[in-house]
């Protein structure tokens, strides 16, 4: 489908599809994926933002790529793990993302918009409780550990004997590399992106990210099976998976300051903070801006709007003290 593009003044192609292997809802029809111009595999894999980060390959502005992502231990846990492998994770090849990505014409000042066409998840994941880490760390201070296989065409993950949770896989680090040759940590949100941990962008979303550096260096990782908004306990059902997203370039549009993202149902901005206040009071600002900037509206009618009709969603809060906060408005109130 054709869409007018809210940060250029040019329509992009947004073919969405289904999870391959999951059952379509009600009135949904599969859609096809495009095909990938470009592979990337998992055999050289980074788990830090820095512009010094050389890219693993160079596409043009429209392409389309098959990405392969490995689970967020990099390999420090298996599927036949015991609970003692937690408390001696380490922390730092935590977060292996595939890339960067140099997408060429991209400049500071640009945006990036990145497609998610298509996720196929492996065949296991992992769900932990890592001592120290996760929004309740003080009250939950033992490690835990929980591993699930996953068959081919699975559309759900058996919890416990009474609990089977659905499949909704996405990326939970995604992001382009921050003008600094410093090499930081992938753990915190950012304004160039990172550890969103936001479930809403997946198959079927563009998400948009402000380019810092020639080239953008996008990168992607830490996917996610499935996960509630927060990841309070510190992580997702962590899996291995395979994307077909495809990038592109906008120039001469509106600005945006940190992630932004949508879908055919709404549009939606977000901000990072160190409390869930300074974030939430960030992403309202954000959504005002793209009111007045793509709807019309003045300053006052968009803020009131934005109580009437948008939802301010937690997307994560387990990077403690950083905290990250979307807000939500749906496109069917714009006649």
Partial sequence: MYRRHPLSAFPVILSVVLLDGCAPRDGDAPRDVPQPDHVLTTETTHNRFSSAIPPTLRVASGAVVEVHTKEASDGQLTVNSQVDAVSTLDFDPIHPLTGPIYVET?????????????????????????????FLADVFPNPYLKTISLPPGATEARFTDGVTLPLSPFAGVMGVAPATDSMLSTIPP????????????????????????????????????VQGDGEI????????????????????????????YETDEYYAVTA???????????????MIDYLVAEHGLDRTDAYVLSSLAGDLKIAETVDVPHMLVAMHMPKDIFR
Avoid: C
């Fill in 233 to 260: 306990s510190g992580t997702a059902l962590e899996a291995p998976m395979r994307l077909i997203i495809e990038l592109h370039v906008l120039k001469g549009g509106r600005p945006i300051e940190e992630p932004q």
């Fill in 190 to 225: 950012r304004a160039n992106g990172g550890n969103l941990d936001n479930k809403h962008i997946k198959v079927g979303t563009t998400a948009y990210f402000p380019v810092f550096v020639e080239g953008a260096l996008f990168s992607i990782g830490d996917t996610h099976a």
């Fill in 272 to 286: 990072f903070g160190t409390t869930i206040d300074e974030a939430a009071r960030k992403a309202s600002l954000y």
């Fill in 106 to 134: 991209a400049e500071p000042g640009d945006v990036l918009a990145v497609t998610i066409h298509d996720i196929q998840i492996g065949d296991w994941g992992w769900i932990a409780i890592a001592p120290g880490f996760g």
